[in-house]
């Protein structure tokens, strides 16, 4: 059974920062495109960062994505936090398609739970 599960977030104040965890089943650790999504309330998911096999990488604004192969970890590194930050962070995995991009949540069948971001003025 394929797991995704999130950990890391919480209530910052704005211009802090976060790194956010998401620990990804072995059985397609080293086999998927992961991602990074957030939703914001009454605000369609949105994607923000993602990581192919080859460790290429896509980010949108100032945030940073890595892997961590020996915990089977894609992490989240998210700078200078505003109060829009605000949102459900979401990883998800998808089968490495010819290049590994956020662009679109629709394609990627394996979520974890998410976990909270609060970012206050």
């Known amino acids: 059974q394929v797991q995704l599960v999130e950990s890391g977030g919480g209530s910052v104040q704005a211009g802090g920062s976060l790194r956010l965890s998401c620990v990804v089943s072995?059985?397609?650790?080293?086999?998927?495109?992961l991602a990074w999504f957030r939703q914001a309330p009454g605000k369609e998911r949105e994607g923000i960062a993602s990581?192919?096999?080859d460790g290429t990488t896509a980010t949108k604004g100032p945030v940073t994505i890595g892997k961590d192969n020996a915990k089977n970890t894609v992490w989240l590194q998210i700078d200078n936090l505003k109060p829009e930050d605000t949102a459900m962070y979401y990883c998800?995995?998808?089968?490495?398609?010819?290049?590994?991009?956020?662009?679109?949540?629709?394609?990627?069948?394996?979520w974890g739970q998410g976990t909270q971001v609060t970012v206050s003025s």
């Open positions: 998800a995995a998808r089968t490495m398609p010819r290049f590994c991009s956020y662009s679109s949540s629709t394609l990627f069948p394996y």
């Open positions: 072995e059985s397609i650790y080293s086999s998927h495109c």
């Open positions: 990581i192919g096999t």
